[in-house]
């Protein structure tokens, strides 16, 4: 199967400091939907793996964060895509739980699920924790730089993170998918 993994918040919608805690907030980045229906249409299965402690921290609530879930659904089936499951973090950084990003829970749930490995598995994200979980599951780690996304290269330049001395980056996730179908196509 072929598999790719995207962080949501600043990867294929606009992020925000206060969080995105309705429908109403939510919106994609331009040329984020398209590009997951250029996946699916190559034979990619795409999941999405998140962060959202803005549940824990009482933000919003679980018929909140469905109906932003069923919002991302509906815009992407207007360009023919689709995502096989959205995994969750709900819990606050001070949790210390596993599924929360730069832990690899998530990631790991989503192995158990396909049943295969993540071994070189494309998982995009705009954040340093997003790569370092994603070099936790052997993944190939893509930065995007929409989102936290020049935030986290600043972060890498400061702070040098075995395995993420340059990471594979792109403006958005539109050059991402480019990318990722253009290596395909050249093998």
């Given at each position: ?10 990867v294929i919608n606009?992020?925000?400091?206060d ?10 980045i331009p ?5 997951i229906?250029r996946?699916?249409?190559?034979g ?18 679980i ?12 815009e992407l ?25 730069p832990?690899?829970?998530l990631?790991?749930?989503i ?8 071994l ?23 930065l995007v730089?929409?989102g ?10 400061q ?7 340059q990471p594979e980056t792109?403006e ?6 480019d990318?990722i ?6 093998s």
């Amino acid at each position: 199967m072929k598999l790719v993994i995207l962080d949501r918040d600043g990867v294929i919608n606009e992020d925000s400091t206060d969080y995105i805690k309705s429908p109403e907030e939510w919106r994609p980045i331009p040329g984020s939907l398209e590009a997951i229906a250029r996946l699916n249409h190559a034979g990619y299965k795409v999941y999405v793996a998140s962060n959202q402690s803005g549940l824990g921290r009482g933000l919003f609530d679980i018929e909140a964060l469905n109906a932003i879930h069923l919002k991302l659904h509906l815009e992407l089936q207007k360009h023919g895509g689709r995502i096989e499951a959205i995994l969750f973090c709900p819990h606050r950084p001070e949790e210390a739980c596993s599924c929360r990003k730069p832990r690899p829970g998530l990631y790991q749930q989503i192995a158990q699920r396909t049943h295969q490995s993540l071994l070189d598995v494309p998982i995009i994200g705009d954040s340093l924790r997003d790569l370092e979980a994603a070099l936790a599951v052997q993944a190939r780690p893509i930065l995007v730089l929409t989102g936290n996304g020049r935030r986290a290269l600043l972060e890498l330049a400061q702070h040098s993170t075995p395995g993420l001395a340059q990471p594979e980056t792109y403006e958005d996730l539109a050059q991402a998918v480019d990318a990722i179908l253009a290596k395909v196509e050249a093998s």
